[in-house]
């Protein structure tokens, strides 16, 4: 079966800090995969998606870049934190292609800007 | 580019009350389109989903939702919620072109016992 872990679960940063939090999926190839951040009361806004090796689509401008390394792993990266960086950052993945659309979430980082 | 709008933000219900959250979705193509919950200290999860055929889905835990393209709705409801129904409930829509899941605002619901 497949599963999707990321981590860390909580990370409190000061302003002006680098930031890195990493999502791996396994049980699947070649999957879609995405960075959602949820913040309150603005729903899920999509940062990041991925839908092979070195192929990252960016949806909004900001402070924030992603990586794909390799076929399952997924980061997030920041080279200096700002206050608006935090949030409740979720890793997702999905079936490559068009496929059902269905997306597969993992626990989530809460990030804390101080 | 396509986007989701749901227009209660927090809902407070009675047990045994009827359910239903709105969500309209804007895009010029074919949608697919999804409810996803989140309950308290758990991952967001699959309520129900639409591609294609019967307009009236039906999902887990007694939820169903109406596609109604003239009106570019898809509504969830539940005729009678209960304690454990009390999540926050996330409408999503998948062009048909692409791989992005645009998701709404989101809709707080609690249910009282």
């Known amino acids: 079966s497949q599963t999707i872990h990321q981590w860390p679960a909580t990370l409190v940063q000061p302003v002006g800090s680098p930031l890195s939090l990493e999502c791996t999926v396994e049980g699947t190839s070649n999957p879609n995969l995405y960075w959602y951040r949820q913040a309150a009361g603005r729903g899920l806004q999509l940062l990041f998606y991925?839908?092979?090796?070195g192929q990252i689509s960016s949806e909004v401008p900001q402070n924030l870049s992603a990586s794909r390394p390799q076929d399952r792993q997924f980061i997030l990266s920041s080279k200096k934190l700002l206050l608006s960086d935090s949030g409740f950052y979720l890793c997702?993945?999905?079936?490559w292609g068009a496929g059902t659309g269905e997306l597969f979430f993992g626990e989530g980082s809460r990030l804390t800007v101080l | 580019a396509q986007s989701v709008s749901q227009h209660n933000h927090h809902v407070i219900l009675s047990e045994a009350a009827s359910l239903e959250l709105g969500c309209n979705y804007s895009y010029g193509g074919t949608v697919n389109l999804f409810w996803y919950v989140q309950y308290p200290g758990q991952h967001l999860q699959l309520l129900l989903k639409?591609?294609?055929?019967?307009?009236l889905v039906k999902g887990i835990k007694g939820f169903e939702a109406e596609f109604i393209k003239s009106k570019f709705s898809f509504n969830l409801r539940k005729p009678s919620v209960q304690w454990s129904d009390t999540a926050e409930y996330f409408c999503a829509v998948m062009g048909n072109a692409g791989n992005m899941l645009t998701f709404g605002g989101g809709t707080r619901l609690m249910v009282k016992p």
């Open positions: 991925s839908v092979g090796i």
């Open positions: 639409y591609f294609s055929g019967d307009p």
């Open positions: 997702a993945w999905s079936v």
